[in-house]
């Protein structure tokens, strides 16, 4: 996304001394936010500009959780650490006339892995444990902003249920090739509200809510070490930061016999570090499916408000489908494989 550099200087000058020069470039970046890195006194960092909300109550949650994750004594893995300004915020409002926020954390070393290798998975796995143990039992001042996955009619305030349904049944003439994978999303939508009630009984706490290759950093080992991005964070199901995983994995993997390679070991990983209790493990498959679904809403929300040009959605839509009867065929033997049986 662009930025001019006098924003990006805006920003600067509330962070570092006007006598040590900046050194800015681009690099990776996601989909959600705009992002530079930093190299000031020999030291590197990350500015991110928020591009999906101007919501200072979320920055201060997310800031809130990363302060408190790094206060845990011999924590298993690095997450950012917001950087103060010089008034003592760690986040600021741009006066560009955008109103977009804008903040700098430390950098981490490391690259995003490829879920192609075992020790990688099994790491995935482990760390998915490790930050649900680290989030349970976290204690935040700021309320939470987001609501549960399992409320996706909160998922963006113009993406209602009946909304998306319609959007879906009757898509502009630019998506109409995709009507018959858009005509299964509406479908899915509605039929996900039955097992609603269910769901809201299994177990809540703090999740991290958006686990991926492109929100956790491996080492020269192969391992994971650090754990980025917890713009998403909130109360939720435990075991939807599980089916979040599985869901990222299922979507590139079209290849059955390795894919259920990939998710045991994946399950080894989560397993040496937590159990799901069996209703838990019953409700993974809708939970999975839910997963696509919201990332749908949310990237229609995004082209609704003219963030992204349709490639972006379309990309989503096929994502969304891809391997849709897998609820069916594989529900049965993700439950089986979580069981242990």
């Keep these: 996304m662009s930025v001019t550099s006098e924003t990006i200087d805006q920003i600067l000058e509330h962070y570092f001394s006007a006598d040590k020069t900046c050194l800015v470039y681009q690099g990776k970046s996601g989909?959600?936010?705009?992002?530079?890195?930093?190299?000031?006194?020999n030291k590197k960092?990350?500015?991110?500009?928020y591009e999906t909300h101007k919501d200072k109550?979320?920055?201060?949650?997310?800031?809130?959780?990363?302060?408190?994750?790094n206060e845990i004594e011999g924590l298993p893995f690095k997450v950012p650490v917001p950087?103060?300004?010089n008034e003592g915020k760690t986040?600021?409002?741009l006066h560009n006339g955008s109103n977009k926020l804008g903040c700098i954390y430390t950098y981490i070393e490391g690259e995003n892995p490829?879920?192609?290798y075992s020790r990688v998975l099994y790491s995935f796995g482990k760390s998915t444990g490790d930050v649900l143990r680290a989030l349970q039992g976290l204690q935040v001042h700021q309320p939470f902003i987001y609501r549960p996955y399992y409320e996706i009619e909160h998922t963006h305030p113009n993406c209602g249920i009946n909304q998306v349904v319609q959007w879906c049944t009757n898509p502009p003439k630019e998506?109409?090739?995709?009507?018959?994978?858009l005509s299964w999303i509406a479908k899915q939508m509605l039929q996900f509200q039955t097992f609603v009630p269910r769901l809201k009984t299994l177990p809540h706490q703090v999740i991290h809510g958006d686990l991926n290759e492109s929100n956790v950093l491996v080492g020269q080992n192969g391992t994971i070490e650090a754990i980025l991005d917890f713009e998403f964070v909130t109360y939720d199901l435990r075991v939807m930061e599980v089916a979040v995983c599985i869901s990222e994995i299922i979507v590139k993997e079209p290849n059955e016999s390795i894919l259920w390679e990939k998710l045991t070991t994946f399950f080894r990983g989560f397993s040496s570090v937590l159990t799901l209790t069996k209703p838990e493990i019953d409700a993974l498959p809708i939970l999975v499916q839910l997963r696509r679904l919201d990332v749908f809403v949310h990237f229609l929300g995004r082209y609704l408000d003219g963030i992204d040009k349709q490639d972006v959605l379309k990309e989503q839509i096929i994502k969304t489908v891809t391997n849709k009867d897998w609820l069916c065929d594989g529900g049965n033997k993700l439950t089986r494989l979580w069981s242990g049986k």
């Design 175 to 181: 998506f109409t090739e995709f009507k018959s994978k």
């Design 31 to 41: 989909y959600n936010n705009t992002t530079r890195y930093i190299v000031n006194d």
């Design 45 to 49: 960092y990350i500015l991110r500009i």
């Design 91 to 93: 986040y600021l409002r």
């Design 83 to 85: 950087i103060y300004t």
């Design 114 to 116: 490829v879920f192609d």
């Design 57 to 69: 109550e979320k920055v201060k949650l997310e800031h809130e959780v990363l302060v408190r994750l």
